[in-house]
């Protein structure tokens, strides 16, 4: 089982980044996919999830009507479009797959948003 993030990286306040997550070695359709985000000496987050499989998505009020979720399901792959980053956004972001008992995680990927 493996889910890769891409897309990472250092964006100015008031820009965008799209990371994206691949899950390979399970059944990605039946799982319900979330967006977690971590700062040093901070639990992670909650960012936004997306159900499987009616796609309802969910966000935290910190990102509502900035950021938006969606999934491919031939690709195996979720999409975060980031919009209007702010410097609070700045997080160490994880992909999350869950079904029944199953609970997978990536690795990770920074977003830092500074001038």
């Known amino acids: 089982v493996q889910l890769v993030e891409s897309g990472g990286g250092l964006v100015r306040p008031g820009g965008s980044l799209t990371l994206s997550c691949r899950g390979s070695g399970f059944t990605f359709s039946r799982y319900d996919m979330r967006w977690y985000r971590q700062v040093p000496e901070k639990g992670r987050e909650l960012v936004a999830s997306i159900t499987s499989p009616s796609s309802h998505t969910d966000y935290a009020d910190s990102v509502k009507g900035r950021f938006i979720n969606s999934r491919n399901k031939e690709a195996r792959t979720i999409n975060l479009q980031m919009n209007l980053l702010k410097p609070e956004d700045t997080a160490v972001y994880y992909c999350?797959?869950?079904?029944?008992?199953?609970?997978?995680w990536g690795q990770g990927t920074q977003v830092t948003v500074s001038s």
């Open positions: 999350n797959a869950q079904w029944l008992a199953n609970n997978y």
